[in-house]
């Protein structure tokens, strides 16, 4: 354990160090990005807020390029509404045009790109692509991969040494030198240990491979994440009402998507009505049809725990509420997962949850620098970086040693970044070992009075 903490927290710390900072510097950018974009973001509180058809129109007349692909309504006094357009020229493709418009006066506010359900403005969308992958796709991502899949094994190995070792040994006051320093390494390190878990963890459901094997696990187990029907054929089928006192209304201003010259549309207005009085509270997305044979989709973007998103379906013809998709419906997994990727990502708890978040990757860059600076501190000439006594997988009894194997193999299977690394730390190991052996250097100590103290 103590060569495993070791070695794979040298190797490894570049990577965690990279992700620490990013994660820093986003944790940081919820409230960064309400100060740079102020101007778009805030107006002054009015007597009235105008009608959502009259603000989307607005924003069409500013900019008539692309389509409705979403509207956001204002969700708090002096907030502007954001109307998503698509497929405008300029635009990354995987990003919408956000136009701001001013819900009381209907003055366009100014427009900038945005990216993801939530709804990242530039500067977050710069730092967020920063931490993710460098900014270097797909292979990029690789370097967020590594080190969330070994951030839990680094961490726990550091419990399992600290809290192996005698409680004087872990006073901070009095000691010095690299005894301090290990000391105040190890104390951080317990304190953030259960956030790092968790940040590993939260950061694998993302990653390329180990986010897959835990998708196809989720499959597997009936746990994915339900979604809303849309399907208008579906609901007359189901004997969901197809018409009501809404149906002779048309609302011609107020569709998108691929419907805005659909002849029989109730609009934003009635479509967003009728879902609040289904429960959809808080602020929302508007989604406008797809094509002629779906419904419009209003989904809540910001519940915090133990709630989460509902989402319901409105008939864009009658303006009734065709389906309603509740999370307290949700698997069991599902759950887990939404609250684990709002917390991961600072928007299930706010301003607190990204304060903790910051305060867990300052937590990670002190570890860093104090174990380099332990590292630093037991060289001693020559003996500088020397390797930590061997011989420790010779006094496991075979009853443990081979299932804790067969474990490990499993889990670098399904943990790639995981597996292979340890794989190739593991060759290397062994070819240096049976070096020093043919050269009668080895040493065998895992009572040794150096395996004892940590990386002395």
Known sequence: MLRMHFYAGLLIAPFLLVAAVTGLLYAASYSAEKVVYADE??????????????????????????????????????????????????????????????????????????????????????VAGLHRDLHLGETGRLYSELAAS???????????????????????????????????????????????????????????????????????????????????????????????????HGGGAAGGGGRESAAADVGFDTVLASARARGISGPVEVVP??????????????RGWPEGPDTAAVDPATGEVVDVLKFEDFPVLAKLTRWGIDAHSGTLFGLANQVV???????????????????????RGAAFGRPLPRGAWQHVPAY????????????????????????????????LGEIAHRRGERAYGPADSGAADHPR
């Open 150 to 248: 070994w951030l839990w094994v680094i961490a726990g190995g550091g419990l399992v040494l600290w809290f192996g070792r005698r409680r004087a040994r872990r006073k901070v006051r009095g000691a010095s030198g690299r005894r301090r320093t290990l000391s105040l390494h190890g104390t951080v390190g317990v304190w953030t240990a259960a956030g790092l878990f968790f940040l590993s963890a939260t950061g694998l459901t993302w990653s390329a491979y180990a986010g897959q094997s835990i998708g196809d696990l989720r499959e597997a187990l009936g746990q994915t994440t339900p979604t809303v029907s849309t399907s208008l054929a579906a609901a007359a089928e189901s004997g969901t009402p197809a018409a009501g006192e809404h149906a002779e």
């Open 400 to 431: 443990v040693l081979v299932p804790l194997m067969a474990a490990v193999a499993v889990l670098g299977y399904f943990v790639p970044l995981l597996g292979i690394p340890l794989v190739a730390f593991l060759a290397v190991d062994i070819v």
């Open 357 to 379: 978040l910051a305060g867990i990757a300052v937590g990670l860059i002190l570890l860093i620098v104090w174990g380099y600076r332990m590292w630093w501190q037991r060289g």
């Open 289 to 302: 049809p797809a094509d002629a044979s779906s419904a419009y989709v209003v989904k809540e973007i910001q």
């Open 41 to 126: 973001l805030k107006v002054p509180v009015g007597e009235r807020e105008l009608p959502l058809a009259r603000q989307v129109a607005a924003a069409r007349e500013a900019h008539p390029e692309g389509k409705v692909s979403a509207v956001r309504p204002s969700s708090e006094d002096g907030a502007t509404t954001r109307v998503l357009l698509s497929g405008v020229p300029g635009v990354h493709p995987d990003r919408t045009l956000a136009v701001f418009v001013n819900p009381y006066t209907g003055d366009v506010r100014g427009d900038l790109e945005q990216y993801g359900s939530s709804g990242a403005l530039p500067l977050r969308t710069w």
